[in-house]
């Protein structure tokens, strides 16, 4: 999860990055990083009953750690694999995607962004280009 500040107020982005093609298979944006966004873009990306020998990359976030995350995973067979504290390099597939993404459309713009939600289509746009 990372997150956006704007004027106007904060959003968060919560994706999931398939780690063999760098495609994002399901993301989640929203103004608060509370568990029901986690639980609504865990069932977006993961809607079949089975996904055993997939493995789920993570930081450290409380989201992560909840028992709901790891019931939801070990429900569908996914393997939870998460980083070390305070080593983003575990992470570093997400950690680059996340540095892309804000550099590419965000740092130096942020003051264009009048709305939030203008931020959020803005977001989309980048990750469905």
Same mark, same amino acid.
Do not use: C
């Given at each position: /999860?990372?997150? &956006?500040?704007?004027?106007? %107020?904060?959003?968060?982005?919560?994706?999931?990055? #398939?780690? &063999?093609?760098?495609?994002?298979?399901?993301? #989640?944006?929203?103004?608060?990083?509370?568990?029901?966004? $986690?639980?609504?873009?865990?069932?977006?990306? @993961?809607?079949? !009953?089975?996904?055993? %020998?997939?493995? $789920?990359?993570?930081?450290? %976030?409380?989201?992560?750690?909840? #028992?709901?995350?790891?019931?939801? $995973?070990?429900?569908?067979?996914?393997?939870?694999?998460?980083?070390?504290?305070?080593?983003?390099? #575990?992470? %570093?597939?997400?950690?680059? @995607?996340?540095?892309?993404?804000?550099? !590419? /459309? @965000?740092?130096?713009?942020?003051?264009?962004?009048?709305?939030?939600?203008?931020?959020?289509?803005?977001? !989309?746009?980048?990750?469905?280009?």
């Amino acid at each position: /999860m990372t997150e &956006f500040s704007i004027a106007s %107020g904060k959003i968060y982005l919560s994706p999931v990055l #398939d780690g &063999f093609n760098s495609e994002i298979i399901s993301y #989640d944006i929203s103004t608060s990083p509370n568990m029901y966004k $986690l639980q609504r873009m865990l069932k977006q990306a @993961f809607p079949k !009953e089975s996904y055993q %020998g997939t493995i $789920l990359h993570s930081d450290q %976030g409380w989201q992560y750690q909840h #028992d709901y995350y790891h019931r939801f $995973l070990k429900s569908k067979g996914i393997l939870p694999s998460m980083s070390r504290k305070g080593n983003s390099p #575990d992470n %570093g597939m997400m950690e680059s @995607f996340f540095g892309i993404l804000k550099s !590419e /459309m @965000f740092y130096e713009y942020e003051h264009e962004f009048k709305s939030l939600n203008q931020l959020k289509r803005a977001i !989309e746009d980048y990750i469905y280009y």
